[in-house]
């Protein structure tokens, strides 16, 4: 293959990244949802532990992940469907595929946490895993408030499992829930 042949094959596959790329999207609305749920979250949980209801929060983040997920599909094929954009396409597959393998260790090591009493560890596991899943998508889409989100996101899960553990809640509540929501914001602001 001529140099000009492997230049023009380079410039076609990085055409075709960029369009896929241009498919995935996050809206906003995902961004501020999740800011809101994890926030009113940590307040409830608050609410919970002062009032000696602390076998309730296992519940309650357990709800909080079922209808936070329910509402982020929504938007998003909300999103999708007003974009003109397929919300299954390959590139996106392989994306959310990439997020649940992740995820899959996660949720293993979540139950093992809890099983062990040491459930302090799971808010900082979570902000690490949100990190690299951002990072992953960094990575494969090309979008820097990812990378922001992402290492924001793995800060403040190293700083929850570290000499900050005892305050692990609150540093997921500042890290993913504040986080989020500034994240939304900015994407709104940015889309007008």
């Given at each position: ?30 961004w501020i949802e999740w800011g809101v749920l994890i926030s009113v979250g940590y307040i409830i949980t608050l609410l919970l532990q002062k009032y000696g209801q602390s076998g309730y929060i296992f519940f309650l983040w357990l709800s909080i992940f079922v ?126």
């Amino acid at each position: 293959m001529k140099q000009e042949e492997a230049l023009g094959q380079i410039k076609l596959i990085r055409e075709m990244m960029q369009k896929a790329s241009d498919r995935f999207l996050f809206s906003p609305w995902q961004w501020i949802e999740w800011g809101v749920l994890i926030s009113v979250g940590y307040i409830i949980t608050l609410l919970l532990q002062k009032y000696g209801q602390s076998g309730y929060i296992f519940f309650l983040w357990l709800s909080i992940f079922v209808i936070g997920s329910v509402l982020e599909t929504y938007i998003w094929m909300t999103a999708a469907r007003e974009r003109g954009i397929e919300p299954f396409n390959y590139f996106i597959l392989k994306l959310w595929g990439v997020a649940f393998t992740i995820m899959a260790m996660s949720i293993i090591l979540t139950f093992v946490f809890i099983s062990l009493g040491h459930i302090l560890y799971i808010p900082g596991l979570w902000l690490m895993t949100m990190g690299v899943i951002m990072i992953s998508f960094f990575i494969l889409a090309d979008r820097k408030n990812l990378f922001v989100f992402g290492i924001a996101q793995m800060v403040g899960g190293l700083l929850a499992v570290s000499f900050m553990l005892k305050f692990a809640l609150l540093i997921g509540a500042v890290f993913f829930g504040i986080g989020a929501l500034i994240n939304g914001i900015y994407l709104l602001i940015k889309a007008h």
